[in-house]
């Protein structure tokens, strides 16, 4: 080993990260629907500052603490949170787990001295964070929806079922090949198939599919979900959803070609899996 590179070997042995970088702030993160994260770095001579003005007001620093906001749906100015809560710092902590116990919610954190009198001396504000939802979405975009020929059009690309073959071809094709994943225990999602772990002896997998179809007029414009569906030559169409459990609400509406005239229709599915 040569001399240089002996001394590069000592000199990553011996870095160390420093235990701050002379910033003054907080950050906070959520890290599941209940739960936030927050760290922080306070420099000594911001504390010095507010020491020396809390006693400058004829009080006494009496403990530091986290201040933890709601601010869902806020322009938070400091005084305008749904509610808040503390959290009382003892030792040489620079982080902390907070239970927030809401879901989709946000939260600002402060980290600050309380005095004798009661009052809030602020050291560092941190951003907004905020807490997942729990359980599936209730909403079910254009991402969950696809139109019958594409999907049939997409499989086909795939190479699931040869090339140049008609529709009706297409389908009884994958209706044999779902009768043979199947009786072989394996599993199908549509266009999706998904082999049994070799090591598995017993599973059991259930997906489902929600297929939404009509007709109008030809020319009329139709929209579903708000997104606008082109229709077949005699005014029919054919969607298919993915179907996650929790209440789907899909608003299916058409306008003729003159815009006179609206017709609107929510079908509304409810799925729970137990």
Known sequence: MTKGASLK??????????????DNKIVSMARDPWWIFAYWEIRHDKEEDIVRSIKGDGDVPAKSILRVYDVTDVNFNGKNAHSYFDIDLKGPANSWYINVGSPDRSWIVDIGVVTKKGNFYLLARSNTAKTPRYGMSDKLDAEWMMP???????????????????????????????EEQISS?????????????????????????????GATEPDAKLTVQGKEIKLRQDGTFTLRFALPDGRQVIPVEAVSSDGTDRRKIAPIVTRKTE
Do not use: C, H
């Not at 008609?166 to 994958?174: H, N």
């Not at 599973?203 to 297929?211: D, G, P, Q, R």
């Open 9 to 22: 070997m000592r000199e990553r042995k011996q870095f160390r990260f420093p235990p701050g970088y002379g």
């Open 185 to 213: 225990a394996q599993v199908s999602s549509g266009a999706s198939f998904y082999r049994k772990a070799q090591e598995r002896k017993f599973w059991l997998v259930v997906n489902t599919e929600l297929i939404v179809y």
């Open 148 to 178: 019958e020929e594409d999907y049939w059009k997409m499989f086909g690309l795939s190479g699931g079922f040869g090339i140049g073959k008609g529709s009706l071809e297409v389908r009884e094709a994958f209706k044999k090949r779902l």
